[in-house]
């Protein structure tokens, strides 16, 4: 498994509940571009439309772009592929207030582009600086155990 973009973003705004791995509905050059690791999903998110689920600004370059047809949109909607029953408990828990579908990394499983998408919850901004400081004691006690402070 070769991951080609994560959304490291979406684990500090968000608390990821779930994760479901996803196929995703692509041209032929997004295809290559993807594959070259030139995919964004800083901004993006998964949003249902009837019974159908699509991502939502995701940024995917035209591979060649002298080469790119003249009506290609990098950040058009794409459609997700889920199983049948698992598109039916997201359509149930995404109206469930403040829960959201998020991508968090794109990579290639038996020769096939996937996402896994996070059901997730937005956290608060004491969160947030909750985790900030958290993470910066972890990091000023690893540096302290590997010699950082010995003077």
């Known amino acids: 498994m070769k991951i080609l973009a994560e959304n490291r973003k979406a684990y500090f705004h968000y608390e990821i509940l779930e994760t479901y791995l996803a196929g995703i509905v692509l041209q032929g050059q997004e295809v290559k571009s993807i594959k070259s690791g030139r995919i964004q999903l800083a901004s993006s998110y998964?949003?249902?439309?009837?019974?159908?689920?699509?991502?939502?600004?995701?940024?995917i370059p035209p591979y060649q772009p002298a080469n790119a047809p003249?009506?290609?949109n990098p950040e058009r909607h794409r459609k997700?592929?889920?199983?049948?029953?698992?598109?039916q408990y997201l359509v149930g828990k995404t109206k469930e207030?403040?829960?959201?579908?998020?991508?968090?990394?794109?990579?290639i499983q038996?020769?096939?582009?996937?996402?896994?998408?996070?059901?997730?919850?937005g956290k608060t901004q004491r969160?947030?600086?909750?985790?900030?400081?958290?993470?910066?004691?972890?990091r000023e006690m690893r540096s302290?155990?590997?010699?950082?402070?010995?003077i």
């Not at 949003?47 to 940024?59: D, K, S, T, Y």
């Not at 997700?80 to 598109?87: D, S, V």
């Open 46 to 59: 998964a949003v249902f439309r009837g019974e159908e689920l699509f991502l939502i600004g995701a940024h």
């Open 70 to 72: 003249a009506d290609y």
């Open 80 to 87: 997700l592929l889920l199983h049948k029953n698992e598109l």
């Open 97 to 107: 207030r403040g829960l959201t579908l998020v991508p968090l990394r794109v990579y």
């Open 110 to 121: 038996k020769g096939k582009i996937k996402l896994d998408l996070g059901l997730a919850r």
């Open 127 to 138: 969160d947030k600086r909750e985790h900030i400081k958290q993470r910066e004691a972890e």
């Open 144 to 150: 302290a155990l590997h010699g950082g402070d010995l």
